[in-house]
């Protein structure tokens, strides 16, 4: 069974960093390109960046470039994204989700992580 | 850009729901994907293809459309139905999702 399991959220103040992991199982992550998808609260769903399954390509959202770093580790089936300089408008549920290529369809999703951004 | 419509589609279980997705320009390859989602719940894929069911997904789900206007049709709705439906295009980037239309009884 696929399964997408996020953590690393929490509350966070404004100019300050966090770092969300994805861990991934019952599939060979290696394989599959990766995305992170936002959701701010009573919002829809906003792409923010994604992975191609080797790591060599990238993809930002233009709002998070320069601040947020998608990265992956596929000996250890896990996914990050390292966010800095954080505002409140980046505050959201954020999903890691799987697609067969960079720019593909997603076919699972985790259940989000939850990022406050606060004073 | 993708707009979504109608935002809120008030319905009684059986009914057919009928919702469109309009993109500002056409989406290349038809590589338009529909997705539900639940209150707590990370979305759920649906069609992706524009037309092509995912896996277990149900056959009173459809999908059709192409270029930039696009439909989800739910022939005889069902309780577990009433949800909210997003439409993404993966045409192009940056990747984008539509407004999302809200299914509710």
């Known amino acids: 069974e696929v399964q997408l399991v996020e953590s690393g959220g929490g509350l966070v103040q404004p100019g300050g960093s966090l770092r969300l992991s994805c861990e991934a199982s019952?599939?060979?992550?290696?394989?599959?390109?990766m995305h992170w998808v936002r959701q701010a609260p009573g919002k829809g769903l906003e792409y923010v960046a994604g992975?191609?399954?080797?790591?060599?390509?990238?993809y930002y959202v233009d709002s998070v470039r320069d601040r947020f770093t998608i990265s992956r580790d596929n000996s250890n089936n896990t996914l990050y994204l390292q966010m800095g300089s954080l505002r409140a408008e980046d505050m959201a549920v954020y999903y890691c989700a799987r697609s067969g290529w960079l720019r593909g369809h997603f076919d699972y999703w985790g259940q989000g992580a939850q990022v406050t951004v606060s004073s | 850009v993708l707009t979504q419509s109608p935002d809120t589609l008030p319905l009684s279980p059986g009914e057919r729901a009928t919702l469109s997705c309009r993109a500002s320009?056409?989406?290349?390859?038809?590589?338009l994907a529909w997705y539900q989602q639940k209150p707590g719940q990370g979305p759920r894929l649906l069609i992706y293809g524009a037309t092509s069911r995912a896996t277990g997904i149900p056959d009173r789900f459809s999908g059709s459309g192409s270029g930039a206007d696009f439909t989800l049709t739910i022939s005889g709705l069902e309780p577990d139905d009433f949800a909210v439906y997003y439409c993404?295009?993966?045409?192009?980037?940056?990747?984008?999702f539509g407004g999302g239309t809200k299914v509710e009884i």
């Open positions: 992975i191609s399954s080797n790591a060599g390509n990238t």
């Open positions: 320009q056409s989406v290349s390859a038809n590589y």
């Open positions: 993404q295009q993966y045409g192009s980037s940056p990747l984008t």
């Open positions: 019952g599939f060979f992550f290696r394989n599959f390109a």
